[in-house]
């Protein structure tokens, strides 16, 4: 639990495997010895994603649990969550219950 918070132990992952995803913080690859290597090599300087990767980002990990048509409007009531006159319809989404 612990890697999906570390920045470092993301990038040895982004490193070694191409990609970070949650079957990215298993024991199993946490203590690969590919991941082992890296991990004491990987020093943390700032360079956000762009729009279009966290978005990818979303979608893969919101899949695993979502209709695709509700992963969609999760991401456009997230992107406008400020103006949502209220927040039961993303509740229903992430609860998986029917939307109307």
């Known amino acids: 639990m612990d ?3 570390s920045f470092a132990y ?4 982004a490193l070694a495997e191409g990609e970070v995803d949650i079957d990215s913080f298993s024991d199993a690859t946490r203590f690969s010895p590919r991941v082992e290597a890296l991990l004491p090599k990987v020093r943390i300087k700032a360079n956000p994603m762009s729009r279009d990767d966290r978005l990818s980002k979303v ?4 899949r695993r649990s979502l ?3 509700n992963v969609e409007r999760l991401i456009g009531m997230v992107e ?3 103006t949502l006159p209220d ?3 993303l509740m229903v989404i992430l609860g998986h219950k ?3």
Not at 10 to 13: N, S, V
Not at 59 to 62: E, F
């Open 3 to 5: 890697g999906k918070f």
């Open 10 to 13: 993301c990038g040895a992952i």
């Open 59 to 62: 979608r893969a990990c919101a």
């Open 67 to 69: 209709q695709p048509a």
């Open 80 to 82: 406008a969550l400020e």
């Open 87 to 89: 927040l039961r319809q």
């Open 98 to 100: 029917s939307v109307p």
